[in-house]
C-alpha cells in the first residue's frame, strides 16, 4: 500500500499538471480518502471541496463532514452548499430505488455544475472517490451486470472520463484497500473505519411506498414463510412493499420477510436461510440462491 500511495500520487501530479482538482466531499471513507490523497498530490490552493446537503443525510452530518476536512487540514479547499430543497423536490412521490439513485445521481451533477459556474471552476479537472466496486456494480466491467448506478456513473461524468476530464486514485481498490490506505494517510482510525456512507445518503435506504399494498405472489409464498415460522417458534410477515438488494450478483428488488420473536442469532440465521431457499424454490429459483450462498449470505 505504501508503494501504491507514491504511484498514485505521482499520477495525479502527472494527470493533472498545472490544472486544480474539484471534488464532491460527501464525508464518506472513499471520497475522505481521495481528498486527502488529493491534498497530498497538488496542495490544497488547487484543491477544490464540495459538500452537498442533499436532505438524506443523518441529523448534523453535513456540519460534522465539514468539521471533519477541516481537521484534516482541508478546510480552506471546502465549499458547502445546502441543497436538500432541490433533492426533495426532484424525488418528490418516486419510489423505485434504481430510480431514486439516477435522480439523486443527476441532481448531485446539476448542483455541481451550478456551484462550479458560481465559483468559476468550470475548467477544472472532475475528482471522485470512485473505487472498484462502483465500477462492478454499475456494469462497467465486462462480465457485469447493472446492480445499481452509481452517482458518479451516469452519462455526463461517463463523457467527461471520455474526454480525460475525471481524476479517480481510488478506482483500482476495493473499500477493504481504500481503509488500508486511509490509514497511511494519516486519517483518524474512527472516520476510516466508519460505516459506509452511500453517495445517495439515506435516500436509497428508506423503503417507499405508493400507498398501495403490493400482494404479488403471496399466495405462493405466505405458506412456506407460515410453516417456517411455526418450524422454529418464530413470527414470520411478508411484507406488502419491496426492498432492493443483490442475488447472484444481480440485483433483486422483491418482497422482504419480517421475523420476529425470541431465538438465538443462528437460528434466526437458519430460519432466515429457509425462507429464501423455499420461496426461491416456489418460485423456480432456488439454483440462484444456492448460488449465492457460497459467497455469503443473500437477501
Not at 426533495?88 to 451550478?114: D, M, N, W
Not at 466491467?141 to 467527461?160: G, Q, S
Not at 460505516?195 to 399466495?219: M, N, T
Not at 440465521?269 to 457460497?294: I, Q
Request: net charge neutral; with cysteine.
Amino acid at each position: 500500500m505504501e508503494r501504491y500511495l507514491d504511484e498514485q500520487v505521482e499520477h495525479v501530479r502527472r494527470q493533472v499538471g498545472e490544472r486544480s482538482v474539484f471534488l464532491l466531499a460527501s464525508g464518506g471513507v472513499d471520497s475522505t480518502v481521495a481528498a486527502k490523497l488529493f491534498g497530498l498530490a497538488i496542495g490544497a490552493d488547487r484543491l477544490h471541496l464540495l459538500h452537498v446537503d442533499n436532505g438524506l443525510m443523518r441529523k448534523g452530518e453535513s456540519r460534522s463532514v465539514v468539521a471533519m476536512l477541516e481537521t484534516l487540514g482541508l478546510g480552506r479547499s471546502v465549499h458547502f452548499v445546502d441543497a436538500s430543497a432541490t433533492f426533495l423536490a426532484s424525488l418528490q412521490g418516486v419510489v423505485e430505488p434504481e430510480q431514486k439513485r439516477q435522480i439523486i445521481g443527476g441532481t448531485f451533477i446539476e448542483v455541481f455544475e451550478q456551484e462550479a459556474k458560481r465559483l468559476k471552476l468550470e475548467e477544472h479537472l472532475l475528482g471522485q472517490g470512485t473505487i472498484y466496486p462502483d465500477t462492478i456494480e454499475t456494469g462497467g466491467t465486462r462480465r457485469a451486470d447493472v446492480i445499481k448506478t452509481h452517482h458518479n456513473r451516469v452519462p455526463v461524468v461517463e463523457k467527461m472520463i471520455a474526454e480525460g476530464r475525471v481524476v479517480e486514485p481510488l478506482a483500482d481498490l476495493y473499500k477493504v484497500e481504500v481503509r488500508e490506505l486511509g490509514e497511511k494517510l494519516g486519517i483518524p482510525h474512527e472516520l476510516v473505519w466508519r460505516h459506509p456512507f452511500p453517495g445517495p445518503g439515506l435516500g436509497v435506504r428508506v423503503l417507499c411506498s405508493a400507498g398501495a399494498e403490493d400482494r404479488d405472489g403471496f399466495d405462493g409464498i405466505e405458506p412456506h414463510v407460515a410453516d417456517i415460522g411455526r418450524r422454529y417458534g418464530l413470527g414470520t410477515l411478508v411484507l406488502p412493499i419491496r426492498s432492493v438488494g443483490v442475488k447472484a450478483d444481480l440485483r433483486a428488488y422483491e418482497h422482504p420477510v419480517m421475523v420476529s420473536g425470541e431465538s438465538p442469532w443462528e437460528r434466526l440465521l437458519e430460519a432466515a436461510g429457509r425462507c429464501s431457499r423455499r420461496c426461491l424454490a416456489s418460485t423456480g429459483a432456488s439454483g440462484t440462491w444456492r448460488r449465492r450462498r457460497r459467497g455469503g449470505p443473500g437477501r
